[in-house]
């Protein structure tokens, strides 16, 4: 009995489990999708949600005489003559951004503007959601695109002789979508849906089934339709109805046919579950696909199968018709095709307690064919965000043939309220295909914007584009949005800016006190700054000595920033235990500093609490090292000491200094080191320590030494003062600059003989670990090797000459160039920057705080120079979390004209041109252009000589590399003689073969 009630036991188990399963699978094949951003480009100058709803609102007229565009050229809207031809058209299709997506003028000029608005909208929609790239690549990012219109690949079938390597993925469908997913790094599904009328509304349909079934967390959904050649209006025409008046207008009883219209529509769609803190534009609840089957015609619409469609995605969005107030129409604007619709519409939605207004944006602005659906989804959300339902523009009398008595439908043709339930509205949208496809979707007005989120009320403003020029519109689009906003508000838009935005390659950071600071200096950017690298730069940590503290030291910045507040807790923790005092106090009070033990250990503090807040916003250092007691606090950050052991010989260090060194002196020369010996010498006291065997006593000088090499003429002695003064003496009398610095100890002087020996006895039993940072000690100006850190190196650490000079120029060796000064007064930035000058680095270097000003004045700027000089700052870590509904400007685009046959003028690369010549311009082509083909800014981390098979190109890159060449140079590339040198052979080899070859 017991066996056998084990296995009822688990055998219930397992039924429960499977149940759970089977509801969990149940839940996310219905789970609603949140809508979280969306970009559009439509007639009427709309180009935001803002501007859509308020041409909604108004019941404006987009249509405007319809004009050929065979040459992309457009008159403005106001200009167009009439004609008899009418159309919903952009105002410009010819303008292209290609640089910000690193396409080259000559590809540009072969792309569909299909693909170019694409590519803008898309963008525009990923910062209206508020996501930057990073996101859409880590969450293995689906797109989803309708379109079908070809005309501007049917342009180039006059004369075949333009077609080239450009010609065919500029033009396909499938392009549209794959493009996108290819120049963001998108890894999801990438397709584009071709149903006609309503291949966008099919597109969301097929991009909820794929979050649903988990194969991409976010997608890219839309359509987009334009209008260049006038064939294609006649071959429409012989298919579906042009109206002769010249607008679309739904429901009314003069409706007599369709105009066509542009458009573009993206939406960024995530499952719900994932949507959580962000704000939501609107929730897809449910959606449906069908075909009209058989009817008696192809392109003649089935009423039967319609109803059916919509109960369908109201089954699947789980709600009841009559729930629904709203429906945005397929409505053409056809005599025949709308009272067929509406006859659907009444059959599913007719019954029910609260009004249902019906609308059709094609009475607006046209029918925007493959654009079409994706519209009406946004202009359904925009209608349940306002709660206000927008005139159906030229409805002046219900079509006969519609009978809306005796339901609760209507067709407004003026502004009127949304009808409100117990339930958060819901509205459907219809998208019909003239070929029978059929889709319809269920969108829910959007929840409330989370509360909660705060941010940390600073002033750091981070911008950033990938043209230069687009810095100034930027930062102008930005004192605008800035301009009456108070603190909280103007640090709202400065944490969305960093967390919600990309951040490309030319930068710039400001700081400010206020907000109208902030927008001044808005308004003073005149210009672009230069790119960063296209990888981070490498970081070190550079820990200062004694010498930089000052009474309040880091007292704003406790109370400002929690990360240091923990860390010097903890430490203050450490020190009482070990010195019965308490380093909070010190820092607080200031009233010891003077002493060494005190001051040593609460710069000591101070530092590491820097050092974790620079790491909690995601400057992380790939090197550090330590001026004098700053190696200590190096080690501790370089994880070979843990913070008892670092503070115990901070401690011990201290005292055997305050013994050994008081009463000495200091002072910078700016001489080398060797001239400084020479000066010592000749002043007859001991340089560094004395010979073994002898007296550290010497002559009437005393005892004198190098201290410190801080720079290639920047030497510091220390010792006796009487000795330091002959020494600073002499110097002077050579016209050197001395400067006598505020000591009253000699530090690192033959003072301290004696006191290496004593403190190296005292850490007798010492343990550090291995350093999981390089370190770079300024003992031996070298990379701390294995088991260096024990007690006879912190003996050398006190009598010994600092090595900054050398350690500095060991970690540049290593590729590092941004130096980030750790400690409460930046007093090492000169020497560092002579050092690397002198190395030929090209650096940036920052300290952290200075002596009497405030953080934002200190800290934030060094944070906005390292996120100019390319670093990537965990900006939420920096400036909070900001609310969820904060509007920042959109990208400002640099646009300029690409067409058919105005790619860029080919070079003069004739034979009049001498061999080696042409062969070094054609080196250097190649070289621009795999940069651009990598996103390298600069063509020098392309080297001439270097092969070319280590840059991986992709086939695609090499034949479009073969394809740039011969339209741009004018010059012939065979491609098995492309892929030869392309496998063994360097830019120099290619560009010799090419000269040949041509």
Known sequence: MTDQRKLLE?????????????????????????????????????????????????????????????????????????????????????????????????????????????????????????????????????????????????????????????????????????????????????????????????????????????????????????????ISTLVTEKVLPLAPGGRCRTFDAAADGIIRAEGCGVLVLTRESLAAGRRVRGVIRGTAANHDGRTNGLTAPNPRAQADLLRRALGDAGVRPEQVTYVEAHGTGTPLGDPIEVEALREVYGDGSLPCALGSVKTNFGHQEAAAGVTGLIKAMLVLEHGQVPPNVHLRRLNPEIDLAGSRLSAPAALTGLARGEHAPLAAVSSFGFGGANAHAIVQAPPPPPAGAATLGKLVLPLSSRDPAALVPLARAYAERLDGCDPAQAAAVCAAAGTRRTHLAHRLCLTAAGPAELVAKLGEVDGGAPAVPPRPPRVAFVFSGQGSQWAGMGTELLRREPVIAAEVAECDAVVRELAGWSVLEQLADGGRLHETEVAQVAIGALQLGLAALWRSWGVEPSAVTGHSMGEVTAAYAAGALDRAQAFDLLLRRARRAEE?????????????????????????SWADAPPAGTSAVTGA??????????????????????????????????????????????????????????????????????????????????????GQLGAAHWGRNLRDAVR?????????????????????????????GETLEEAGVRYRAVGSLRRGQPASATLDRSLADLYRAGLDVDWEAVLGAPPADVPLPAYPWQR?????????????????????????????????????????????????DRPLADFALDSLVIVELKGQAESELGVTVPLQALLRVMHGGTALDLAAMIAKES
């Open 10 to 230: 688990r055998a219930l188990l397992q039924l429960r489990d499977t149940r759970a399963r089977l509801a969990a699978a149940e839940r996310a094949a219905r789970e609603p999708i949140s809508v979280l951003g969306a970009g559009v480009r439509l007639p009427g100058d709309v180009a935001d949600l803002e501007a859509f709803w308020n041409l909604l609102r108004d019941g404006v007229d987009a249509v405007t005489p319809s004009v050929d565009t065979l040459d992309g050229h457009r008159p403005k809207p106001a200009d167009r003559a009439e004609n008899g031809r009418w159309a919903g058209l952009l105002t410009e299709v010819d303008g292209f951004d290609a640089g910000f997506f690193g396409i080259s003028p000559a590809e540009a000029a072969k792309m569909d503007p299909q693909q170019r608005l694409v590519l803008e909208v898309a963008w525009e929609a990923m910062e209206d959601a508020g996501l930057p790239l990073e996101t859409l690549q880590r969450a293995g990012t689906g797109v989803f695109l309708g379109v079908y219109n070809s005309d501007y690949l049917t342009l180039q079938y006059d004369d075949p002789a333009v077609i080239n390597t450009y010609t065919a993925p500029g033009g396909a469908h499938s392009v549209l979508a794959n493009r996108l997913s290819y120049l963001l790094d998108l890894r999801g599904p990438s397709l584009a849906v071709d149903t006609a009328c309503s291949s966008s509304l099919m597109a969301v349909h097929l991009a909820v089934r794929a979050l649903r079934h988990g194969e991409c967390d976010i997608a890219l959904a839309g359509g987009v339709n334009i209008i260049l050649n006038p």
């Open 660 to 684: 050994g060194a008081a009463g000495g002196a200091m002072a910078s020369i700016s001489l080398p080191p060797d001239r400084v010996r020479e000066l010592i010498a000749a002043s007859g």
């Open 701 to 786: 000088g005393g005892r004198v030494g190098v201290a410190a090499v801080n720079g290639p003429r920047s030497t510091v002695v220390a010792g006796e003062r009487q000795a330091v003064v002959a020494v600073c003496d002499a110097a002077e009398r050579l016209g050197a600059n001395v400067r006598r610095l505020p000591s009253r100890y000699g530090f690192h002087s033959p003072m301290l003989d004696g006191q290496d020996e004593r403190l190296a006895a005292e850490l007798a039993d010492l343990r550090p670990g291995p350093c999981t940072v390089p370190m770079y000690s300024t003992v031996t100006g070298a990379l701390v090797q294995p």
């Open 804 to 832: 900054f000079s050398s350690a500095v120029s060991a970690i540049a060796a290593t590729g590092v160039t941004v130096f980030v000064e750790l400690g409460p007064h930046p007093v090492l930035l000169r020497d560092l």
């Open 896 to 944: 300029r004209r690409h067409w058919l046959g105005e790619a860029t003028q080919r070079a003069d690369l004739g034979t009049a041109v001498p061999q080696a010549e042409r062969a070094a311009t054609i080196a250097l082509f190649v070289r621009r252009r795999i940069a651009d083909a990598l996103g390298l800014d600069d063509v020098e981390q392309v080297p001439e």
